[in-house]
Antibody, heavy 120, light 106 residues
Framework: EVQLLGSGGGLARPGGSLRLSCEGSGFNFNTYAMTWVRQAPGKGLEWVSL????????YYADSVKGRFTISRDNSKNTLFLQMDRLRVEDTAVYYC?????????????WGQGTLVTVSS | DIQMTQSPSTLSASVGDTVTITCRASQRIYDWLAWYQQKPGKAPKLLIY???SLESGVPSRFSGSMSGTDFTLTISSLQPDDFATYHCQQYSDGWTFGQGTKVEIK
């Protein structure tokens, strides 16, 4: 059974940092691209970042480019999102998800989400 | 960037109804479109991919169709478990979601 367990959320001040983690199990983690998608309170889904299976290629939404860094440790089946220079508008539930296979493919399994609150 | 315009934002329906939700892409995305279901406090769940392919384990009352840049999710004979929010997503060029449609009980 595929499982994605996100962690690391919490309260941060504007300008501060947080690091999210997402541990995968039940599938060959190192053969799938992984992504982060966020959802602000009461709002729709917003794609944030995606990293290739090897970790060699990463993509970012314009809203987080230069502030967030996606990475992965395939030896530990873990995905990360380093969030720096946080803004109030980054407040959201952050979901990690797995892309089904080679592009173009949808995100077929999602973690339970971890809440990030940015407030002074 | 590709924009996805989803409508309606809210839909009131009864058990047994057939409902349709539409997403329009700002440019051609071929059939690279997915539909997700999300319940309150839960992660999204993949329902339909490649415009009309049903994800494994998803009931056959869910179906997807497309015409040009217009995509439709149809739920036939709405069941109590189907009251949720539905999101479309294009994955042709980058990844963009629609604004979401909440299906509520009439």
């Amino acid at each position: 059974e595929v499982q994605l367990l996100g962690s690391g959320g919490g309260l941060a001040r504007p300008g501060g940092s947080l690091r999210l983690s997402c541990e995968g199990s039940g599938f060959n983690f190192n053969t799938y691209a992984m992504t982060w998608v966020r959802q602000a309170p009461g709002k729709g889904l917003e794609w944030v970042s995606l990293i290739s299976a090897s970790g060699g290629v990463a993509y970012y939404a314009d809203s987080v480019k230069g502030r967030f860094t996606i990475s992965r440790d395939n030896s530990k089946n873990t995905l990360f999102l380093q969030m720096d220079r946080l803004r109030v508008e980054d407040t959201a539930v952050y979901y990690c998800a797995k892309r089904r296979g080679s592009p173009p493919e949808p995100f077929d399994f999602w973690g339970q989400g971890t809440l990030v609150t940015v407030s002074s | 960037d590709i924009q996805m315009t989803q409508s309606p934002s809210t839909l009131s329906a009864s058990v047994g109804d057939t409902v349709t939700i539409t997403c329009r892409a700002s440019q051609r995305i071929y059939d690279w479109l997915a539909w997700y279901q999300q319940k309150p406090g839960k992660a999204p769940k993949l329902l339909i991919y490649h415009g009309s392919s049903l994800e494994s384990g998803v009931p056959s009352r869910f179906s997807g169709s497309m015409s040009g840049t217009d995509f439709t999710l149809t739920i036939s004979s709405l069941q109590p478990d189907d009251f949720a929010t539905y999101h479309c997503q294009q994955y042709s060029d980058g990844w963009t979601f629609g604004q979401g449609t909440k299906v509520e009980i009439k």
